[in-house]
Nanobody, 123 residues
Framework: VQLQASGGGLVQAGDSLRLSCTASTRAVSNNAMGWFRQAPGKERDFVASIMWNGGGAFYADSVKGRFTISRDYAAKTMYLQMSGLTPEDTAVYYC?????????????????WGQGTQVTVSS
């Protein structure tokens, strides 16, 4: 299973951006998926997760109300719509597929990872 993340870029504070993550197979279509991010010199932190059926969205407090996670089952793609971006959102964003249908906020809940896409927010 390969996950391909895309959509990152350089934006200004207050702008919006949409990240995508496409799976190479349907092997993880019935698994929960999630987004994590890692800023320079920091650990990889949980951002958001979603269950296999598109329900059960769960967010880190730092992004709640600004980010929206969704998935298109037929397209094998997960999205992260980000709005109201701030410089504190600057990081490499990674998508991941969980070990099962239930989502989680721990890195250990996920066993497939994408390569990451850089998001840089200027002030």
């Amino acid at each position: 299973v390969q996950l391909q993340a895309s959509g990152g870029g350089l934006v200004q504070a207050g702008d919006s951006l949409r990240l995508s993550c496409t799976a190479s197979t349907r092997a993880v279509s019935n698994n929960a998926m999630g987004w994590f991010r890692q800023a320079p010199g920091k650990e990889r932190d949980f951002v958001a997760s979603i269950m296999w059926n598109g329900g059960g969205a769960f967010y880190a407090d730092s992004v709640k109300g600004r980010f929206t996670i969704s998935r298109d089952y037929a397209a094998k793609t997960m999205y992260l719509q980000m709005s109201g971006l701030t410089p504190e959102d600057t990081a490499v964003y990674y998508c991941a597929a969980a070990r099962g249908a239930r989502s989680g906020s721990s890195r250990s809940d996920y066993n497939y990872w994408g390569q990451g896409t850089q998001v840089t927010v200027s002030s």
